[in-house]
């Protein structure tokens, strides 16, 4: 388990396999934790142990403790947030919007567009080509913690989706990487975003509950399984800010954290995210059949060329001074603007009416 491996997850994304071993028959038992050091380079046995608290061990399909003995025909498996890594992270010199900064965690506001982890097709140009320079120009002398240096990659307890704007926390160290990946494990974060939709909610707030997992007709969407056959427990609640008619401003909290967990849970509750171009909300999809009406949503469309949801604060136990910090953030130009001509519309229509 390398330096480079230790990245454990919460629940907003994907768990990715690693590494898998399968018990032959004769093995002796043995706790699992010695077992995993003699078969992963540089594994310790505390950073397998810490693993297996963020639930990413696992045998024949479940989490296990550190202390769990294995036997002949288990299957382990052992899983992080990242894919499997086959290429090295570049320093690049990106401006990146620092909201807060200490030894153990970096707070970013992440600008809609940026792409937060390489992967197939965005090799660069990545949140963490931005953090790896950084990192690597930090002014050490200021620093306590000496370890921070170009060695260091970002810690990525969690992500946001690339035309998703906000609040973003990154680790320093693997000690405040591990404290605050279990926090996101436990639901112990709180997280709140902000998001334009279509439509006119009809309650003021509300929880929308349902699995989510990959669509069984396109595996670049995810989609909602009402009744738990697959997919994962997924739990938003939602509150309308402030209605336009045809479009609302809602907050949201997460309660449990999905892949496009929010995106999917508006488009089954009916009010799809604003210009959402994978789950429908690209289109007119409430108002009128007037041409000024095309044209004024087509102008919105060009303002927010992305779906409207913005990550609007984060707040969590600080990994090591245990005080309960919160982040929080404005929302960018493109939101705004848009919010500001609904606004506006809604006025004119009601004076109209």
């Known amino acids: 388990m390398t330096s480079n491996e230790q ?5 907003e994304q994907e768990l990715f396999e690693h590494f898998r071993f399968l018990i032959p028959k004769g093995q ?10 003699t078969r992963i380079q540089h594994a310790t046995r505390s950073k397998i142990q810490h693993a297996a608290e963020a639930g990413t061990i696992h045998v024949n399909g479940k989490a296990v403790r550190s202390n769990y003995r294995i036997k002949p025909g288990d299957t382990i498996i052992v899983l992080f947030a990242h894919p499997p890594r086959d290429i090295e992270l570049v320093p690049q010199d990106i401006p990146l ?3 807060y900064e200490d030894d153990d965690l970096i707070i970013v506001n992440k600008e809609a567009g940026m792409v937060v982890h390489p992967a197939y097709g965005n090799y660069k140009g990545t949140l963490m080509n931005a953090l790896v320079y950084h990192f690597a120009n930090l002014p050490i002398g200021e620093y306590k913690n000496k370890d921070i240096d170009a060695r260091i990659r970002p810690g990525l307890v969690h992500r946001i989706d690339k035309n998703t704007s906000g609040i973003l926390v990154i680790a320093k160290t693997e000690s405040s990487m591990i404290k605050l990946a279990k926090n996101f494990f436990d639901h112990t974060i709180d997280r709140t975003y902000w998001g334009l939709v279509w ?16 669509s069984l007709k396109d595996r670049k969407k995810m989609d909602i399984f009402p009744d738990g056959e697959f997919g994962k427990a997924a739990i938003t609640h939602y509150k309308v800010l402030e209605r336009f008619g045809y479009v609302s401003l809602i907050e949201c909290k997460l309660e449990t954290g999905r892949t496009h967990q929010i995106r999917v849970h508006m488009k089954y509750a009916g009010h799809p995210i604003f210009n959402d171009e994978v789950y429908g909300g690209d289109r007119i999809l409430k108002g009128t059949t007037f041409t000024k009406y095309k044209q004024f949503v087509e102008n919105c469309f060009k303002l927010l ?3 409207g949801l913005h990550a609007k604060s984060l707040g969590f136990e600080h990994p090591t ?3 309960h910090v919160h982040f929080d953030s404005e929302l960018p130009e493109d939101m705004t ?5 609904w606004r506006a519309y809604s006025i004119n229509k009601t004076l109209e009416e």
């Open 321 to 323: 001074t245990k005080k």
């Open 199 to 214: 439509g006119d909610p009809k309650s003021d707030e509300g929880t929308i509950t349902g699995h989510i997992g990959r």
């Open 7 to 11: 990245e454990i997850p919460d629940e």
């Open 337 to 341: 603007n848009v919010i500001q001509k």
């Open 305 to 307: 060329p992305r779906h």
């Open 28 to 37: 002796v038992l043995i706790r699992i934790d010695k077992f995993l050091m």
């Open 97 to 99: 919007n620092i909201v």
